[in-house]
């Protein structure tokens, strides 16, 4: 397809388990972002990706997060020892540029709930 | 620090009722750019504009108008002859410097238009 896709679109996990999320940016978009969006709320970024550059990872919450990215392909989010907190959204954006006035086109989301 | 607000959490009018959802921002920049987007049931946030703080002009785009203000640090979004695809969750959004990853997202408001 045309845009940015994400699976699972809804995960459901025990208290302690590790969850993968994975993200298909739009082909040639050199930055992936992901996001996370509680119940409720707006969206809090987690991690930047541009091209071969060092990610910028300064939204991650805690170590147990992280985040992979081959080239400009797709992307993982990691989730270990997942908690109940971690329930939510998980959104993922690409985008042809890394400035601002480049705009993000979002997936579907990943809906995970922690029991 | 920056931060937007969006007071109205949800709201609810009947088609073809003209609607104003509200933002208002704080920033200690003098350039910055706000955005708003719309995240319909399907869960991907679509882009509806990007302005930057130089350009108070107002837009009108179709049913959409947007009403920048600088003296009041507000960027109020209002949807003219309302229509049932109009419902959604509408994102007001703030970014203070030139990269994507700097975007801070309002909390939202929740969007019903009813036959």
């Known amino acids: 397809g045309a845009g940015v896709s994400q699976s699972p679109s809804n995960k459901v996990t025990e208290k302690g388990k590790d969850v993968e999320l994975r993200c298909d940016p739009i082909?040639?978009?050199?930055?992936l972002y992901w996001y996370r969006q509680r119940l409720g709320q707006g969206l809090e970024f987690l991690i930047y990706?541009?091209?071969?550059?060092?990610?910028?990872k300064s939204g991650l919450p805690s170590d147990r997060f992280s985040a992979e990215r081959t080239g400009e392909s797709v992307s993982t989010l990691t989730i270990q020892r997942t908690q109940q907190e971690d329930s939510a959204v998980y959104l993922c954006?690409?985008?042809?540029?890394?400035?601002?006035?480049?705009?993000?086109?979002f997936g579907p989301g990943t809906r995970l709930t922690v029991l | 620090a920056q931060k937007v607000t969006q007071a109205q959490t949800e709201i609810s009018v009947v088609e073809k009722e003209d609607v104003t959802l509200d933002c208002v921002y704080e920033t200690r920049d003098t350039t910055y750019y706000l955005f708003w987007y719309k995240q319909p049931p399907s869960g991907e946030l679509v882009f509806l504009i990007r302005r930057n703080s130089f350009d108070e002009q107002n837009e009108i785009s179709g049913r959409y108008s947007w009403n920048f203000q600088k003296s009041t640090s507000s960027f109020n979004f209002t949807i003219t002859a309302s229509q049932v695809v109009d419902s959604a969750v509408y994102f007001c959004a703030l970014s203070e410097a030139g990269y994507g990853q700097n975007f801070v997202f309002g909390p939202g408001t929740r969007l019903s238009v009813l036959p």
């Open positions: 082909s040639g978009h050199t930055a």
């Open positions: 990706f541009q091209g071969n550059s060092a990610p910028d």
């Open positions: 954006a690409s985008s042809s540029g890394v400035l601002v006035t480049d705009t993000q086109y």
